[in-house]
């Protein structure tokens, strides 16, 4: 409610500023384009040994069985730690240098993924590149994007929120994230194989 009030008072952009969004989407795109660029500088011939767009990994991939309860424990053991360092780091008074850094990363790393991977691959292999990361691309950036707009509010004062209110959205997030870890280990692998 008071934000719906504020939004009224001072106009859409304030909104969105206090919210802490937009300057995180704008360095977002700029990195996407900065990893396109820095994947164009590499060439073909020194891209093509990178994780997913390397056409041994997709011939295993063809061939290779998961494990439900052993890639469970692995994927869980790759996302846990940065999200959970992700939200200890977000809530202390470098909370704006963690996230922009991270987003930055993430969207140099998916700039230069799309890049080496129609390089490698061609233009036919773009549903697979898309699918690595869906659906559960999906619910992690959820995540993030909550995580980010409770910690943001945390340390601008926007809303003092109870202890009922951090413990419902820790929960709501959590969900989304379990959801996100299951739809990568049971659901991702197999919509992955069926487009190679």
Wanted: proline residues 3%; positive net charge.
């Amino acid at each position: 409610m008071a934000l719906r009030k504020l939004r009224k008072r001072r106009g859409h952009k304030e909104y969105r500023e206090r919210k802490g969004f937009l300057p995180l989407e704008i360095t977002f795109f700029l990195a996407f384009f900065a990893g396109i660029i820095l994947a164009n500088l590499y060439g073909k011939n020194k891209t093509g040994q990178y994780g997913a767009v390397n056409t041994y990994f997709l011939q295993q991939l063809k061939q290779t069985s998961f494990r439900g309860n052993e890639y469970l424990l692995y994927v869980a053991g790759i996302r846990l730690p940065v999200i959970l360092g992700l939200f200890l780091l977000g809530m202390t008074a470098a909370y704006a240098v963690v996230h922009y850094a991270y987003v930055s990363y993430a969207g140099a790393s998916l700039g230069f993924l799309f890049v080496t991977g129609v390089m490698s691959l061609g233009i036919r292999r773009l549903p697979f590149l898309i699918l690595s990361l869906f659906p559960h691309g999906l619910f992690y950036v959820l995540v993030y994007a909550g995580m980010v707009r409770l910690q943001w509010g945390y340390h601008r004062n926007y809303r003092k929120r109870s202890v009922r209110e951090w413990v419902e959205t820790c929960a709501m997030l959590t969900l989304l994230l379990t959801i996100g870890i299951l739809l990568e280990v049971y659901v991702a692998p197999d919509l992955c194989r069926k487009v190679l």
